[in-house]
């Protein structure tokens, strides 16, 4: 889907227009993929627009630039105050906002420590990510993921998304709406750009992030959801055959948010449609997130945005 251009981007502590928001081709980051960076949504509500989890998203932010030794000149209140003035600034909401902290213009060389920091965050409007509405039809990807100790998994950092991009590719050429990759000991890890979930026999489970994968918000709400409609869950591994023989299967994100997969390999899952258990976690993260139901665990934080943009899925 192509990028709706807005006004503004917040960049080192300044709105500049969107135009003008540009980095040198000999930036650190271009050569190496020295970049950490946040997907986040900022939902309708009746009465305006609120942002999903916007502290836990920044100190994600903070944390893959810790591990990265990548220090942001920056606090965690400062950036969550700058979301929300490029947001207000802009005036488009629901959209969806993309904070990122790259290596800049500087020294050319592996060793990043001569380049400065520059943190970007800009907002756009963005729809459903995940194709298929009764459920999507994915494979389980020829690539494993992040292997542990060579890139860290738990950092949201652009580089690791070479490997995101040849599982999506790889999906998309054979026919699939996405892939769900393995880790290199060949159990469940998760999609290209969302975690993944099973319901069997009204259990929850979902991999650990041992198995190398990222620390999704989503899936820290879903879990809190779940826990929260007294459902049992279940963080262990999961051997891929599990996940033929599971009765529901969904990927969560920010982008995918609660996305039903109808097949897996074309192998069906269940009946082929959204389960029982995905409809009741879908329908209380939606409701939440829409402003439908109570903010019962404070995950929204509110925004002034005078025109509201209709995102169609
Ligand atoms: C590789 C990967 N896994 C999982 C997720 C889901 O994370 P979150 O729910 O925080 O968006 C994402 C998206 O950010 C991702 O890129």
């Not at 389980?140 to 950092?157: E, G």
């Not at 007294?230 to 009765?247: C, W």
């Amino acid at each position: 889907m192509p990028i709706q251009p807005t006004e503004k981007i917040w960049r080192n502590g300044q709105l500049i227009p969107w135009e003008q928001a540009n980095i040198h081709v000999m930036s650190h980051v271009i050569h190496y993929g020295s970049s950490v960076f946040e997907g986040i949504r900022c939902y309708g509500q009746p009465s305006g627009a609120a942002v999903f989890r916007l502290p836990e998203h920044m100190q994600r932010l903070l944390d893959s630039g810790k591990i990265y030794r990548m220090v942001l000149p920056y606090t965690l209140d400062e950036l969550c105050a700058a979301v929300v003035d490029v947001i207000e600034a802009n005036g488009v909401a629901p959209c969806y906002i993309r904070p990122i902290a790259l290596r800049g213009y500087g020294e050319i060389g592996v060793n990043p420590a001569g380049s400065p920091i520059d943190v970007f965050i800009a907002n756009f409007p963005w729809g459903k990510y995940v194709a298929g509405h009764g459920g999507a039809d994915v494979c389980i990807s020829s690539w494993n993921r992040l292997a542990p100790n060579t890139m860290p998994a738990l950092a949201k950092a652009g580089a690791n998304y070479m490997n995101s991009q040849l599982i999506r590719m790889e999906a998309d050429i054979n026919g699939y709406a996405e892939g769900i990759a393995l880790d290199v000991n060949g159990l469940v890890s998760e999609g290209s750009g969302e975690n993944v979930f099973l319901v069997r026999n009204g259990v929850l489970y979902t991999p650990p992030l041992a198995n190398s994968a990222l620390s999704g918000i989503t899936r820290d709400s879903v879990l809190t959801i779940a826990r929260h409609l007294g459902l049992p869950v279940v963080e262990q591994s999961v051997p891929r055959e599990l996940l033929y023989i599971a009765d529901e299967v969904f990927f969560t994100g920010t982008a995918a948010e609660v996305s039903p997969i109808r097949s897996i390999d074309r192998i069906v899952i269940g009946d082929g449609e959204p389960g029982a258990i995905t409809k009741q976690i879908a329908d209380e993260f939606f409701g939440i997130a829409n402003g439908l139901r109570p903010d019962r665990f404070g995950w929204l934080t509110p925004v002034k945005v005078d025109t509201a943009v209709t995102v169609t899925a």
